[in-house]
């Protein structure tokens, strides 16, 4: 049972830039794909970013690409995601998933475990 835990959301303005932490208790974490994922209010949950197991391809949703960079460092079971350049739009609860994942890293029914979230609000 992997246990993943977020942090790092926070009340920004428009512009600003906030850096997402999401740790896990597996020491095996290196062993999992690692998505981000959003649930804005009245929407259901949409993919934002993922990293595979090594870290070495990343995953985008179009709207986030060029301004989220996702990482991760398997010796701190830690993945991270940094956000620039928000938008009021990309207020949501974010979430971020493990599974033993090798393909369509997008769909979000192949992750296993969860995190609670984590607030993120843009607004002036």
């Known amino acids: 049972q992997v246990q993943l835990v977020e942090s790092g959301g926070g009340l920004v303005q428009p512009g600003g830039s906030l850096r997402l932490a999401c740790a896990a208790s597996e020491r095996t974490f290196s062993a999992y794909a690692v998505g981000w994922f959003r649930q804005a209010p009245g929407k259901g949950r949409e993919f934002v970013s993922a990293i595979r197991r090594s870290g070495f391809d990343t995953y985008y949703a179009d709207s986030m690409k060029g301004r989220f960079t996702i990482s991760r460092d398997n010796a701190k079971s830690t993945v991270y995601l940094q956000m620039n350049s928000l938008k009021p739009e990309d207020t949501a609860v974010y979430y971020c998933?493990?599974?033993?994942?090798?393909?369509?890293?997008?769909?979000?029914?192949?992750?296993?475990?969860w995190g609670q979230g984590t607030q993120v609000t843009v607004s002036s």
């Open positions: 998933a493990a599974g033993i994942i090798y393909s369509d890293y997008r769909n979000i029914d192949l992750y296993d475990y």
